[in-house]
């Protein structure tokens, strides 16, 4: 999976590389004779006619119901003022400015694509329903899979060129190519898709391989990639293309001159934005300038924030929320920085302990059950989060009917872990307290944790797992390290969590299939093959195959009807819960942010499925707000404190 | 009873007239002993337990579960918590907790939540806690005696390595010493801090604490011992042209007894004035990677550890950053006066006879 750390992630990864800004020449590689794909990009779709398809606007079915998402309440406010500069801050600077490839994963891709870029559609983050971007109206027929969408004639790319049909065909061109070095690109954009047909520059339409409920969302949520952009794409293409910004329909640029290696980079606002003026997209955007500092360590981000260096600060940790800006601190009650909790519905990352079950000891479902009840969650939300966060309860929570709606976590108990371990044969504390078998074996794991910042959660575990006589090794790795350790499948027990993005229903293939656990996993009479061997570099971190599962799952994946899938969802969840795989740990169901005067919101806040308060980009800076705070702040005059909570959708 | 060379002898009276030096060196000394029955001070388990008439020393011994003492679990027994219950029960029973009645490793949270707490005597955090509520004096303690520990250890194994081969080096010179010469420039030339993270990117992380504080002491030690051998070499060389040394092995002294007799306590002097700041380089070299987080593993109590605790709380629990910064300068500064004073009282200017 492409974006699957979790943001946490980027925290901490800054120690190891921070030398590796220093500038360099890669950008200017000389070109020589110019180089031309095209020739190649046409034989690709001569050689695969049955994906790239080209027909005339006749073959249009001419009984479409065209629609463009209308009556879906506007994003943003009316009263949103364009201008200012808005202040952030990076830990580290963007190893590079491609958004495919190597490197390219890393947290500058929010601002070059995922919240600043434009695709087909995209879903209202009120309604969940679609609303139009670069399409001007789309059509379904479900029948064969496919979704026709009238391009908006107006788009164009930042650098002036019309966004037209071929800028799809490429895309698909592009991101199957081998050039780009993302082999989950590759897969993902052969497999999820069947056919893209071009009728006019105007008029396409996609087919999806499978009919899923969701299948309008998925066909239209594609971008253009820029075909002049990439004409001398080849072999080199990563290093060719690492400090280009690729042209881009969506509102921010990166100039040249504001790629500053290793120090700051910068997005500025294309005033020939063509959808400047779209209901929906004309609210939002709305500072000129977004400057990013780099800042290593996020204690001075945090003091560069209450200096006013920065605008924004994310407060989602109890430790800042009520340590390090209290409501109590003369900022806040001074109404210079104002406090905003807002309680929205999504997909949940999953938050818990990842087991291992290749591992010795940890294969006995007997042992990780007793590790269930011996870990004490909450705990870590009552005295760690305060009691704001709630206790997960499966590994895929927040999906609505999808999730399992009576299952519960296995709750803190020692007894029971203890009846559990000694099923397992560990019967007798050692002298430490730490339980033993019959030969003599502690009862000790490691417990690894890529996640820097909530190192104490795992001190606190310990502690409690010791009552029940386990012993946690605690192991705090970097982000990068982490991670690396659990996709070679060498972790015991793994705190970690999957981010989720925004969709219907939750995956099950790549976290719980046998395929993505072993090689050649069963026999073919559903007998576990004894010369399996583990498999490396997938997110079956559990090192879960169990048969049943298997066959729930190729279910799962060919069904077309929401009720099925609802139902074989449920029981796919109760057999994860019932193979004790997975230790749900925690969710959050909400977002903090703290902010100065001058950053605006619309009223309300956000919306009911954001995951962040300026993925939206609703907000907008108030200059002379922010001059007035300025002034007020050296003369001594205070305003009213804000702290506000926006609790319209808590759960 | 050990008899001193009468030269020794008057450099350690020397040393005891430097008053700086000498009173550091008895600090320092007395912190080593109450260190080394740190258990006795702080820690969680009580030093006397007298329950239905039977006397407990729980300090050293097996953990006693809660059951032991009528309690109704079968884990570690709160001793805190036994002594509030033993008092309000009012019969016989009674608890004596050490004047510190935390270990390093427990969350006490007094308030519910896990947060700094500034440090009060009425819950017996006189340094405050840390950011999950461990005891910071507890911590520092143990994390002290761990640094000084590990830094005695850092600094006899790099003696003897250094000792033995600058000690060939320069005794049997030739082309021993040319090659040995070349490979220590080469291997000191290995940047340190990234084989450290590179070493413990790659060793498995199931084994021990101990294991791993081992390792880290070997791979220091391993990129440390090679400063000691220039010192050696050239004192060796220097020596080895006496016609001391040419007398001795006239008469048909071995080479060991040579080295050994001979050699050595005249070069004792050089060695013993570089002890202290290879102890200080290593506190110092341990902190500064606990602090980068490449030193020893969580949750191993630290000076450096709490140092970056420290300074990521500064405006909200200053009390961390002054204990942990307190501690480290007084430390240090005990051990540099100890220095200097040794170098002054060694110095051979004030004492060599044949120089």
Redesign the interface.
């Known amino acids: 999976m492409s974006r699957i750390l979790p943001n946490l992630c980027f925290i901490g990864l800054t120690l190891l590389l921070s030398g590796c800004g220093k500038p360099d020449d890669n950008a200017a590689v000389t070109t020589g004779a110019e180089a031309d794909v095209s020739a190649e990009v046409e034989a690709f779709y001569a050689a695969n006619p049955e994906f790239f398809g080209f027909k005339t606007l006749a073959d249009v079915p001419v009984d479409l119901n065209w629609e463009a998402g209308e009556g879906l309440p506007e994003i943003g406010s009316p009263e949103a003022r364009k201008g200012g500069t808005q202040y952030g801050a990076l830990q580290d600077f963007p190893r590079t400015l491609r958004t495919v490839g190597p490197d390219s994963n890393g947290g500058f891709r929010t601002f070059l694509l995922d919240e600043v870029g434009m695709s087909l559609t995209h879903l209202h983050p009120g309604t969940r329903e679609l609303y139009p971007g670069l399409a001007e109206a789309w059509a379904l027929d479900p029948e064969n899979r496919t979704v026709y969408i009238k391009l908006d004639p107006q788009a164009t790319f930042s650098d002036g060129a019309a966004i037209t049909a071929d800028d799809y065909l490429f895309m698909f061109w592009f991101y199957r190519s081998p050039y780009i070095m993302a082999p989950w690109y590759n897969n993902f954009y052969s497999t999820t898709y069947s056919n893209i047909t071009r009728y006019d520059d105007h008029l396409i339409s996609i087919t999806t391989a499978e009919l899923k409920p969701d299948f309008a969302e998925k066909a239209t949520n594609l971008r253009p990639v820029p075909q002049h952009h990439y004409k001398a794409m080849g072999e080199n293409f990563t290093e060719r293309y690492q400090w280009q910004f690729e042209p881009t329909p969506g509102a921010y640029i990166v100039r040249e001159d504001d790629i500053r290696k290793g120090r700051s980079i910068a997005l500025t606002r294309n005033d020939n934005w063509w959808a400047k003026d779209k209901k929906h997209w004309r609210y939002r955007f709305n500072p000129d300038r977004i400057q990013l500092n780099i800042i290593r360590d996020s204690a001075k981000m945090f003091e560069a924030f209450k200096r006013g260096d920065i605008d924004q600060f994310g407060l989602n940790l109890a430790e800042y929320w009520y340590e390090k800006l209290p409501d109590s601190d003369p900022d806040v009650q001074a109404g210079y920085i104002h406090k905003s909790v807002f309680f929205n519905q999504r997909p949940r990352p999953n938050f818990g302990l990842w087991v291992n079950t290749a591992q010795p000891l940890l294969d006995n479902p007997d042992i990780r059950k007793g590790v269930a009840h011996a870990t004490h969650w909450d705990l870590v939300i009552e005295k760690f989060f305060r009691g704001d966060n709630d206790r997960l309860n499966t590994a895929s929570d927040g999906f609505g009917d999808f999730s399992h709606p009576t299952l519960r976590a296995r709750a803190f108990d020692i007894d029971k872990a203890q009846q559990y371990f000694a099923a397992a044969g560990f019967n007798q504390r050692g002298a430490d307290g730490i339980l033993a078998n019959a030969d003599g074996q502690r009862l000790a794991f490691t417990l690894s944790t890529g996640y820097e910042s909530l190192r104490d959660v795992l001190t606190i575990l310990r502690q409690e797992a010791a009552k029940a006589g386990l012993d946690l090794r605690l192991e705090i790795l970097d982000g990068t390290v982490g991670w690396k350790k659990v996709q070679e499948k060498q972790h015991d027990i793994h705190f970690s969590a999957f981010g989720v993005p925004l969709e219907m229903y939750p995956r099950f293939w790549e976290h719980y299939h046998s395929v993505n656990a072993y090689d050649d996993a069963f026999l073919e009479d559903g007998s576990i093959n004894p010369e399996r061997q583990l498999k490396t570099q997938t997110n079956n971190i559990e090192a879960l195959a169990l048969f049943e599962m298997d066959e729930l799952i190729e279910r799962y994946r060919r069904s077309n009807d929401r009720a099925e899938m609802v139902a074989l969802s449920h029981r796919m969840i109760e057999l994860h819960h019932d193979h004790a795989s997975f230790i749900p740990g925690f969710y959050q169901g909400y977002f903090r942010v703290g902010h100065w005067r001058w950053i605006r919101y619309p009223e309300g806040f956000s919306y009911k499925h954001a995951g962040s308060a300026g993925e939206l980009y609703v907000h907008w800076i108030d200059t002379d707000l922010k001059e007035e705070t300025l002034a007020a702040r050296r003369s001594g005059q205070t305003f009213d404190p804000a702290i506000t909570v926006h609790n319209q959708w808590a759960e | 009873m050990l008899q001193l060379n009468p030269q020794t002898a008057k450099k350690l009276q020397r040393f005891r007239r430097i008053r700086r030096g000498y009173y550091s060196f008895l600090i320092l000394a007395g912190l080593l002993v109450t260190l080394a029955f740190g258990e006795l001070l702080v820690n969680s388990r009580a030093l006397v337990v007298s329950y239905e008439g039977n006397l407990y020393f729980p300090t050293y011994t ?2 006693h ?1 809660g059951t032991d003492f009528g309690l109704d ?4 027994t709160n001793y805190r918590q036994l002594k509030k219950q033993f008092a309000a029960e009012g019969n016989d029973n009674w608890v004596l907790l050490p004047p510190v009645p935390y270990n390093p ?3 006490h ?1 007094p308030g ?5 707490l500034p440090p009060t005597a009425e819950t017996q955090h006189y340094l405050g806690t840390d ?2 509520s ?1 005891d910071i004096l507890a911590r520092l303690f143990y994390g002290t005696r761990i640094a000084l520990v590990f830094a005695f250890a850092f600094t006899a194994s790099v003696y003897v390595i250094g000792i033995t081969i600058g000690c060939a080096m320069g005794y049997f010179g030739g082309v021993f010493d040319l090659v040995f010469q070349r490979l220590i420039e080469i291997w000191s030339n290995v940047p340190f801090l990234y084989m450290v ?1 590179i070493i413990f ?1 790659v060793i ?3 084994i ?2 101990i294991t791993r504080i081992s390792i880290l002491l070997l791979v220091m030690v391993l990129f440390s011992w090679t400063g000691m051998t220039y010192y050696m070499r050239t004192e060796t060389y220097k020596e080895k042209s006496r016609d001391y040394i040419a007398s001795a092995r006239i008469i048909g002294a071995s080479n060991a007894r040579i080295i050994f007799r001979h050699i050595m306590p005249n070069v004792l002097s050089t060695l013993i004035t570089f002890m202290p700041f290879t102890i200080v380089a290593a506190i110092s070299a341990v902190t500064a990677l606990d602090f ?2 490449f030193g020893l ?3 191993t109590p630290s000076l450096g550890e709490l140092l970056k605790q420290g ?7 200053p009390w961390i950053v002054i204990a942990a910064f307190g501690t480290l300068v007084i430390l240090l500064t005990l051990v540099t006066f100890i220095g200097e004073a040794i170098r002054e009282s060694f110095d051979p200017k004030t004492h060599a006879v044949y120089r």
């Open positions: 097996d953990f579960p679990y079968a884990y570690e490793y427990e969350n949270a519910g939540t896990f947060r700094p950011t999950t461990r993270i990117s498995p992380s199931n021990a604490v980068l987080g593993p969580a949750p300074t990521a709380n500064l405006r909200t629990a």
